[in-house]
C-alpha cells in the first residue's frame, strides 16, 4: 500500500499479475478506478512485439484520461519475459489525475514486481513502437532514482506544466469554498484579524479552517502541527513611531511525514491564493513568508521580516593616497617648505 496515496490494486489485477508471467499476455491497460488499480482492458500476442505495439497500444491509449499500459517484450530471461511500464499522461488532462498517477506509480511497480524498462507518453505519436526506439535511443540518464526521486520528478515536472501561459502566475488555482471566500471579506473590511485556509486535495479546493481575533502571542498556538496550512494574518503594531497594520500572508510548509504529493500541491497552490486575496479581495499583502514546521512566529521575527534592519556600520571615508614618489621637497625663497 502506497503511504503517498492509499491506492493498491483490486483482487481481480492482483490475479492478472500472476497470470500474465505466463507469456500469453501481450498488453494490458490499467487505471484508477474509485481509489483502487483496476485491470481495464487485456490482449495476447498475435505477432511481434513491434507490430503488436502498434495494433494494440494506441487502443489502449485514450485523450485527457491518464493510465499504466503493461507491455510484454520478446526478450525472456530466467525469470521471465521483460515487461515495459508506460506511464501514460497526455498534456490535456486534468493535472490531479496526472499528479494521482504520478504518486501512484511506485506502488503499481512494486505491486508487478518485474518491470524492467518505463517511459513516459505525453503524446500519441510517443505511444507508438517508433516513439518507444526513440525513447530508447535518446534517454541518457542518470543511474536509477529512488522511490521518493522518481515521484518528487515527476510531480515537480507535472507542476512546472501548470504554469500560466503568460507566466505570470505559476502554480495550480483550485476554487475557494464559499466559506474561505466570505471570511476573506470580512477581513477585507477589517472585522477579523486572522484568517486559516487548508488545501482540500479530493476534492481540489482550498478551504476554510478557521477565521478570528488574533494576536501575536496567539499564533504558534494555532498552527496545526505538521500540516501545512496557508495564514493571512493583520499585524497591528508600533515602529518607528507610527502605528501600522500590516497583512502578513504566512505558508507553512507541511512535514516531511507529508505525503510528496501535498507538499508540492501546497507548493503550487500558494501563488494562486495569494493572488487571489490581492486582485480578488483587494486585500494588500505587505510580506509574503514561507516557514516550516515548528519556526516560532512572534513580534521579533514579524518586526525583522517587515522592517529589516540596515547595517549600522558605514565604511569610513578614506582620503585616497597621492603618488608614491613625488620627488625631493622644494625649497621656496620664502623659505617654505613645499
Not at 483482487?11 to 499476455?25: A, I, Q
Not at 485556509?197 to 479552517?209: A, F, P, Q
Amino acid at each position: 500500500m502506497s503511504h503517498q496515496t492509499g491506492i493498491t490494486a483490486n483482487d481481480e489485477l492482483l490475479r492478472f499479475f500472476g497470470d500474465c508471467k505466463s507469456g500469453h499476455y501481450r498488453a494490458a491497460k490499467v487505471s484508477i478506478i474509485q481509489e483502487e488499480l483496476r485491470l481495464v482492458d487485456t490482449f495476447h500476442h498475435r505477432g511481434n512485439w513491434e507490430s503488436d505495439f502498434d495494433s494494440i497500444v494506441p487502443k489502449l491509449v485514450v485523450d485527457k484520461q491518464p493510465c499504466f499500459v503493461l507491455f510484454r517484450l520478446d526478450v525472456r530471461s530466467a525469470s521471465g519475459y521483460e515487461w515495459l511500464l508506460i506511464s501514460w499522461s497526455p498534456d490535456d488532462s486534468p493535472v490531479r489525475e496526472k499528479m494521482l498517477y504520478a504518486s501512484t506509480k511506485a506502488t503499481f511497480k512494486k505491486l508487478f514486481g518485474s518491470i524492467t524498462e518505463e517511459f513516459f507518453a505525453t503524446r500519441r505519436d510517443e505511444a507508438t513502437a517508433a516513439g518507444y526506439v526513440r525513447h530508447k535511443r535518446d534517454y541518457k540518464g542518470p543511474g536509477p532514482l529512488t522511490t521518493a526521486e522518481e515521484e518528487l520528478r515527476e510531480l515537480n515536472k507535472l507542476t512546472i506544466e501548470s504554469t500560466s501561459p503568460q507566466g505570470s502566475i505559476s502554480g495550480i488555482a483550485f476554487p475557494m469554498s464559499k466559506e474561505a471566500k466570505d471570511r476573506l471579506q470580512s477581513f477585507g473590511r477589517g472585522e477579523i484579524d486572522y484568517v486559516q485556509l487548508s488545501l482540500d486535495i479530493l476534492n481540489e479546493r482550498i478551504n476554510l479552517e478557521r477565521a478570528d481575533a488574533c494576536d501575536v502571542r496567539d499564533f504558534n498556538a494555532i498552527l496545526p502541527g505538521a500540516k501545512g496550512r496557508y495564514h493571512l494574518f493583520r499585524y497591528k503594531h508600533a515602529y518607528d513611531g507610527d502605528y501600522l497594520d500590516s497583512v502578513v500572508f504566512v505558508y507553512v510548509i507541511p512535514g516531511a511525514g507529508c505525503s510528496i504529493k501535498e507538499r508540492m500541491l501546497s507548493s503550487s497552490c500558494k501563488g494562486p491564493v495569494t493572488d487571489t486575496i490581492e486582485n480578488a479581495f483587494r486585500i494588500p499583502i505587505a510580506k509574503k513568508i514561507e516557514i516550516d514546521v515548528g519556526v516560532q512566529v512572534d513580534d521579533a521575527f514579524l518586526l525583522d521580516e517587515l522592517h529589516p534592519k540596515s547595517s549600522l556600520h558605514r565604511p569610513k571615508f578614506s582620503k585616497p593616497k597621492g603618488p608614491s614618489n613625488r620627488g625631493p621637497r622644494r625649497l621656496l625663497k620664502d623659505g617654505i617648505q613645499s
